[in-house]
T-cell receptor, first 114, second 115 residues
Framework: DQQVKQNSPSLSVQEGRISILNCDYT??????FLWYKKYPAEGPTFLIS???IKDKNEDGRFTVFLNKSAKHLSLHIVPSQPGDSAVYFC?????????????WGLGTSLAVNP | KAGVTQTPRYLIKTRGQQVTLSCSPI?????VSWYQQTPGQGLQFLFE???????NKGNFPGRFSGRQFSNSRSEMNVSTLELGDSALYLC??????????????FGDGTRLSIL
């Protein structure tokens, strides 16, 4: 049972345009969400996170939006650059202190075309 | 500051053998988590260690085990290897335990292939 879902396996955008990556979750106990980027043959790199007490967090070109009622979050990259081409993973962590492990989506492969 | 270091980067084993993978976390990080990544399953959580104690465990059989040393370095062991264990094994470290809402920093992984 996939508690964190990234329904788009791949996404292609033009350089300079906005990239929007989506993530849905089913567990209402999740209260901390993260986005990671992964290049081939490298480990995932932390990008940005958001706590459930916020609905938006911004860091440079990256903004994460959280819609708790819809159990949906999205990562916006503006403007997109060719170097952003990678696999993006969404991850979530539940509020339960006893078992606070990260649950990961399957990733979305982003291709930014020059 | 050195990142998370995993050794070896690549490993080839045969069915029935056992393997030990090593992870050195970022200096000062006390939490180490292990993940298995396969194409169809994404990142699957194996276990987390903090201060030499296993804090969380994923849904993997007992053939998968780990430990953490006093210097926070961690090892993961897989016994009686099966073809399905072929995967990228990733280690991640963070300053505090998983309940502290601190992002994990990943190594580049060990690619394990079972023949």
């Amino acid at each position: 049972d996939q508690q964190v879902k990234q329904n788009s396996p791949s996404l292609s955008v033009q350089e300079g345009r906005i990239s929007i990556l989506n993530c849905d979750y089913t567990n209402s106990m999740f209260d901390y969400f993260l986005w990671y980027k992964k290049y081939p043959a490298e480990g995932p790199t932390f990008l940005i996170s958001i706590s459930s007490i916020k609905d938006k967090n911004e860091d440079g070109r990256f903004t994460v939006f959280l819609n708790k009622s819809a159990k949906h979050l999205s990562l916006h990259i503006v403007p997109s650059q060719p170097g952003d081409s990678a696999v993006y993973f969404c991850a979530a962590s539940p509020a339960t202190r006893a078992n606070r492990k990260l649950i990961w989506g399957l990733g979305t492969s982003l291709a930014v075309n020059p | 500051k050195a990142g998370v270091t995993q050794t070896p980067r690549y490993l080839i084993k045969t069915r029935g053998q056992q393997v030990t993978l090593s992870c050195s976390p970022i200096s000062g990080h006390r939490s180490v988590s292990w993940y298995q990544q396969t194409p169809g399953q994404g990142l699957q959580f194996l276990f987390e260690y903090f201060s030499e104690t296993q804090r969380n465990k994923g849904n993997f059989p007992g053939r998968f085990s780990g430990r953490q040393f006093s210097n926070s370095r961690s090892e993961m062991n897989v016994s009686t290897l099966e073809l399905g264990d072929s995967a990228l094994y990733l280690c991640a470290s963070s300053p505090g335990a998983s309940g502290s809402n601190q992002p994990q920093h990943f190594g580049d992984g060990t690619r394990l292939s079972i023949l």
